[in-house]
């Protein structure tokens, strides 16, 4: 992911407390005599770490839990009733379980996009401390308990007033943005069209620049939200988010299915990014985002997973391989969204996304040391004539076998280091039982269980 985006063959990394001190030939290095740790990939690919540019930390416990189901009903009688009865501890075991999922499918840098209050900010912000991730929580703003022209459903666990969003999100933004040596960073989180009166808008965008931080926002996900910016404002969804001054490089719209030519224009304009998130659109049949067209409107776009609801997994390989194939049958065109796109929409577009291009996203002399190896003698991984196109069409998140972020080895040879796997799923599959029944949610699976 260097400028000239080579692939070097028996390559060695040097890495130097938290940044990458070389890269080239294993022959043109003397061994230095002080190594504290010698990693041998032989055998492996040596990648920058995948960017994870959309995800909701608090569904990965609600996994599986809204299937095959219609985007209303998926929401109004699955998502919010089990995410209204969140407690702060199945905040914590959520992110903890899909951090986990993250780092053992080569992820190591986040974008959350909201984190309601109930899900507990303070101990999910530790947890990530803890895992070793860089990871960018965005806190909930919200003013309706709406979403596009559907008024008040959304499930009361779920509201908040806001006023007290954006109190914490500043209070959030001073006790954890950089922390955990930068990793940690905090952003706005807006609730999507309907959900924000055009004022909450821009006092969000306001505080955004004041803080110096990001925006990020799910936009044109359904056919819906273009309905509804044009009936209630008359405008695009994109020209109505700049209207209210909420379009710029730290901002992160999710989805973009539903955008028009004009909204690319605004993107691009003013350097926006668009998270897509195929497995997701292709789940909910919410429709099929124009990724070629709107990279050549000059839109920068990354990648995401989205959620446990939705997706149903965290695995940015698989998402990469989607992500391709789904723009191929609808252009009805092979050559388009090849694998070495995607590769880049989920590494340095999703650093650029970020803002973070200049320390993430490709693995070069003086950036963070977030590196990945991934297992290439693997049947499905055979032969290697082409790496690239291997890992995209043939890889999955499986194949990973070692982390590292920010200098540190937080998962070797597939076991994780710095969270307690048995832990964490026996506490996931506990609360998730209680959390289904405190919720009065049933999931009825259509064969028999006996
Ligand atoms: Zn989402």
Redesign the pocket.
């Known amino acids: 992911m260097d400028e000239h985006r080579r692939v070097i063959k028996d390559v060695t990394v040097l890495i130097q407390d938290d940044r990458i001190a070389y890269v080239g030939k294993a022959t043109d290095v003397t061994k230095a005599a002080n190594v504290e740790l010698e990693i041998d990939a032989e055998g492996m690919l040596i990648l920058p770490g995948l960017i994870d540019t959309?995800v909701?930390l608090a569904q990965a416990l609600i996994r599986g839990c809204a299937d095959d189901t219609s985007l209303v009903d998926w929401l109004q009688k699955f998502v919010w009733p089990l995410q209204g009865n969140f407690d702060g501890e199945d905040g914590r075991v959520s992110a903890e379980l899909c951090m986990l999922e993250m780092i053992k499918s080569g992820t190591t840098a986040f974008l959350e996009?909201?984190l309601h209050s109930r899900y507990g900010f303070d101990g999910i912000a530790e947890s990530l401390e803890k895992s070793g991730m860089r990871g960018i929580l965005s806190k909930t703003v919200m003013g309706l308990p709406s979403y596009g022209s559907e008024e008040s459903i959304m499930h009361p666990g779920m509201i908040e007033d806001p006023e007290t969003c954006l109190r914490e999100v500043e209070n959030h933004f001073k006790r954890w943005n950089r922390a955990a040596n930068g990793r940690i960073r905090v952003w706005y989180g807006a609730r999507s069209l309907g959900g924000c009166t055009p004022e909450l808008y821009t006092q969000i965008a306001h505080g955004a620049a004041r803080l110096g931080t990001g925006i990020t926002m799910?936009l044109g996900?359904v056919q819906e939200d273009v309905r509804f910016a044009q009936r209630q404002f008359g405008k695009t969804p994109a020209e109505f988010m700049d209207e209210v001054g909420l379009v710029g490089r730290n901002v992160v719209f999710?989805?973009g299915v539903w955008l028009t030519e004009e909204d690319w224009q605004v993107l691009a304009k003013k350097g926006a990014s668009i998270a897509h998130?195929p497995s997701?659109n292709m789940k909910l049949a919410s429709g099929t985002a124009s990724v070629p067209e709107m990279m050549r409107a000059g839109v920068n776009v990354a990648l995401?997973c989205?959620?446990g609801p939705?997706n149903n997994c965290y695995d940015m390989i698989r998402e990469m391989k989607t992500a391709s194939l789904l723009q191929k049958v609808r252009l009805l065109d092979p050559l388009v969204t090849d694998a070495e796109t995607v590769l880049e929409m989920a590494t340095i577009n999703g650093a650029i996304a970020l803002g973070l291009q200049k320390e993430i996203g490709s693995i070069e002399v003086g950036k963070k040391a977030d590196i990945i190896l991934v297992r290439t003698r693997e049947p499905h991984s055979m032969p290697a004539v082409n790496v690239v196109s291997n890992l995209v069409y043939s890889a999955s998140g499986e194949d990973v076998d070692t982390v590292i972020i920010d200098g540190e080895v937080v998962m070797e040879n597939r076991v994780a280091r710095t969270l307690d796997e048995a832990r964490i799923l026996r506490e996931a599959s506990e609360r998730s039982s209680k959390l289904l029944k405190r919720a009065g949610v049933e999931i009825s699976p259509k064969w028999p269980v006996e």
Request: glycine content about 14%; aromatic content about 0%; proline content about 0%.
């Open positions: 959309h909701h996009s909201l799910h996900e999710a989805h998130c997701s995401g989205d959620g939705s």
